[in-house]
């Protein structure tokens, strides 16, 4: 079993920076994938990066040069560096873990919203 856990979300001005943290706990050598979902507000749920085990990032066109996905293996997070954030980066954003052999792992969320 795998669970994940955020943190780092809050309030920002349009151009500022946040860092979002993904915390994994379980049993990590099932881990596919991770990746940061947003869903904003009136939106369906949305993919906005993701990194693979071997640290391969990709991102969504609309972040790509502003925000950057991260994995720590030894602490066990997955990081979203958000940079330049625009009021349209509001939502609550959520941590995933695709695994294998069983249903991907969901955090709480964490609400960003960038005031303009």
């Known amino acids: 079993q795998v669970h994940v856990e955020e943190s780092g979300g809050g309030l920002v001005q349009a151009g500022g920076s946040l860092r979002l943290s993904c915390e994994v706990f379980?049993?990590?050598?099932?881990?596919?994938?991770m990746a940061w979902y947003r869903q904003r507000p009136g939106k369906q749920r949305e993919l906005v990066a993701t990194?693979?085990?071997?640290?391969?990032?990709s991102y969504v066109d609309s972040v790509k040069g502003r925000f950057t996905i991260s994995m720590d293996i030894l602490r066990g997070t997955v990081d979203l560096q958000m940079n330049s954030l625009k009021p349209e980066d509001t939502a609550v954003y959520y941590c995933?873990?695709?695994?294998?052999?069983?249903?991907?792992?969901w955090g709480q969320g964490t609400q960003v919203i960038v005031s303009s």
């Open positions: 995933n873990a695709e695994l294998q052999d069983s249903d991907p792992a």
């Open positions: 990194i693979t085990t071997e640290r391969i990032p």
């Open positions: 379980g049993t990590v050598s099932s881990i596919l994938n």
